[in-house]
């Protein structure tokens, strides 16, 4: 594995003109003139602190309001 995975293109403006920039996941756009830093956090699914895994949310579920139920 390589010590410093390199990206491919630029998260603000796109543009695949970068170079590293002051170490430690440092990396400089030099089209937007932006630095940014990136920084590995993990693989897998989030563990809550029961230690279980948590589940995905769901898109179609929507919480309803008493108002939204016909309840007062």
Same mark, same amino acid.
């Given at each position: 594995? %390589?010590?410093? @995975? ?5 998260? &603000? ?14 990396? &400089?756009? $030099?089209?937007?003139?932006? =630095?940014?830093?990136? $920084? ?5 699914? #989030?563990? %809550? %602190? #029961? /230690?279980? =895994? @948590?589940? !995905?949310? *769901? !898109? *179609?579920? %929507?919480? @309803?309001? !008493? *108002? #939204? $139920? /016909?309840?007062?």
């Amino acid at each position: 594995m %390589t010590e410093r @995975a390199v990206p491919f293109h630029c998260p &603000y403006c796109g543009d695949e003109d970068l170079e590293p920039f002051e170490g430690d996941g440092g990396w &400089y756009c $030099r089209s937007c003139v932006r =630095a940014f830093k990136l $920084r590995f956090l993990g693989i897998g699914r #989030a563990v %809550t %602190t #029961a /230690g279980r =895994a @948590a589940a !995905p949310p *769901d !898109p *179609d579920f %929507t919480e @309803a309001t !008493p *108002d #939204a $139920r /016909g309840e007062k």
